[in-house]
């Protein structure tokens, strides 16, 4: 009876063991703009699948998008005052 040997990394490998190798294999994927990001240990127990990450990463995108138009908005008048013309183009 053979026995099974242990799986470990080896310091090399010769090419002939690893395959044949298939050009392109991923390529539709990254033209996809496929991203795997690798969450640190506290972050991905706060979440059970990828489908409640992606919940609230667009829950704090639209939160951010909010809180940056009240800003657009408010800064408006700011901005002209600052130039010194009052908000009138110079010259006229």
Same mark, same amino acid.
């Given at each position: 009876?053979?026995?099974?040997?242990?799986?470990?990394?080896?310091?090399?490998?010769?090419?002939?063991?690893?395959?044949?190798? @298939?050009?392109?294999?991923?390529?539709?994927?990254? $033209?996809?703009? =496929?991203?795997?990001? +690798?969450? /640190?240990?506290?972050?991905?127990?706060?979440?059970?699948?990828?489908?409640?990450?992606?919940?609230?990463?667009?829950?704090?995108?639209? @939160?951010?998008?909010?809180?940056?138009?009240?800003? $657009?908005?408010? =800064?408006?008048?700011? +901005?002209? /005052?600052?130039?010194?013309?009052?908000?009138?183009?110079?010259?006229?």
């Amino acid at each position: 009876m053979k026995t099974a040997k242990k799986e470990e990394m080896r310091k090399e490998y010769k090419r002939e063991v690893l395959g044949k190798g @298939i050009r392109g294999k991923y390529y539709e994927d990254y $033209k996809k703009g =496929t991203n795997l990001v +690798l969450l /640190s240990p506290d972050v991905a127990a706060a979440f059970p699948d990828d489908a409640s990450v992606n919940e609230a990463l667009r829950n704090l995108m639209k @939160i951010a998008r909010q809180s940056t138009s009240l800003t $657009k908005r408010s =800064t408006g008048s700011r +901005l002209a /005052s600052r130039s010194g013309c009052g908000g009138w183009a110079k010259g006229k």
